[in-house]
């Protein structure tokens, strides 16, 4: 007669495995929750300082550069430092955007590549889009520089 097999131990066992399988996957869901975070708010950081770049500028050409530039620092201050970044400056009817009682509006679009996935899965690291967008008034009153 042969005994029962003893099953003594194989909870531990099945315990250890299930452990690995469901804490994997939340921790990738965590990490990545934290750099969607991280890139959102770089990309309200960046929008916020890239239309106050323009609109202390002294005038549109040179306006863009400086909102471009305001953004891309903003972004590498949230260590986004290689994340594209796409800066779309807007004024509300007027062609020059610094004449008084305009508003500019500046929309910042950036994206965030998700960590830990390899390019096996799907051809390239899944990525989330992130947009933001800040509107600054142009007073009326303003300082003639000559």
């Not at 620092?73 to 305009?102: F, I, K, M, W, Y």
């Not at 960590?115 to 300082?143: C, K």
């Amino acid at each position: 007669m042969s005994r029962p097999r003893d099953e003594e131990g194989s909870a531990l066992v099945e315990l250890v495995w299930l452990g690995i399988l469901l804490l994997v996957p939340l921790l990738w869901i965590v990490v990545s929750v934290f750099d969607v975070q991280r890139g959102a708010f770089g990309t309200e950081s960046a929008a916020r300082s890239a239309a106050r770049a323009y609109a202390l500028a002294p005038d549109d050409a040179s306006g863009r550069e400086r909102a471009h530039a305001a953004a891309r620092q903003a972004l590498a201050d949230q260590g986004l430092d290689g994340a594209p970044v796409d800066v779309e400056v807007s004024c509300r009817g007027l062609a020059d955007c610094h004449s008084g009682t305009s508003v500019i509006t500046v929309r910042v679009g950036s994206r965030v590549d998700l960590p830990l996935m390899p390019d096996v899965l799907g051809g390239g690291a899944p990525s989330f889009a992130l947009s933001s967008s800040h509107t600054v008034p142009i007073g009326q009153y303003q300082e003639i520089t000559r």
